[in-house]
């Protein structure tokens, strides 16, 4: 049974973040609140707990797995950034964006897509993202949660408890903002050309497209 943390939203409790921190690197993997949905999360070096997140989500080896960083310093170090993207990138983190990027020797295999070498790379704004990843010292591996059944929009049908407890028997840690069950998902950016193209609208869309008028570009959808 999961152990249930609960959390300030905005002002989340610095001993009980040390505390989890602790536990992720001890290897647990968390449900845990971002700006968008909820997640799976654990170390990003993480192996077992890596397996055990793709066991839930019923993932194959073509299914992304993304990285939570806390900043662009951090996206460089696991991506490559043409200097195009680069400002574009500025302009977007914190935000609730998914950013596919060619990845870097730095990304352990399990995380890299097979055929395209590339990563999914988040930086929440969100407090509790933001602090955990800064406590952990490094990036943690993160995918929305859900089951296969809620596919197809279900998640949309959940509400906060039943949610959580669908998990309760799968992850190690709980965090709880106590707040409603957020019903979008981020939206997905596919940098890994210098023209960036939006594979899912999502949180953030419109600003996504203001952020390419204020660099002078046009932002093409898939």
Do not use: W
């Amino acid at each position: 049974m999961a152990e249930r943390v609960k959390l300030h939203p905005e002002t989340p409790h610095a001993k009980r973040i040390f505390e989890c921190a602790d536990k992720v690197r001890e290897g647990a993997i968390l449900l845990m609140p971002t700006d968008s949905q909820y997640a799976l999360a654990c170390d990003y070096k993480n192996k077992k707990g890596i397996e055990r997140i793709r066991k839930i989500r019923n993932l194959g080896d073509d299914d992304h797995l993304s990285l939570l960083c806390d900043s662009l310093s951090g996206i460089s170090t696991f991506a490559h950034i043409s200097d195009r993207n680069f400002k574009l990138i500025k302009r977007l983190i914190p935000g609730p964006y998914t950013l596919i990027l060619p990845a870097t020797k730095k990304v352990p295999k399990l995380l890299i897509h097979p055929k395209k070498e590339t990563v999914g790379i988040r930086v929440p704004d969100y407090p509790i993202c933001q602090e955990l990843v800064k406590e952990v010292g490094r990036p943690m591996l993160a995918i929305t949660a859900k089951k296969p059944k809620m596919d197809n929009g279900t998640l949309k049908e959940f509400e906060r408890e039943p949610f959580l407890r669908e998990f309760e028997k799968l992850v190690d840690v709980t965090i709880d903002n106590q707040q409603e069950l957020p019903a979008q998902e981020t939206t997905i950016i596919d940098m890994t050309d210098e023209t960036a193209r939006i594979l899912r609208e999502g949180l953030g869309a419109e600003a996504a497209y203001e952020a390419f008028r204020m660099q002078g570009e046009v932002l093409e959808e898939a």
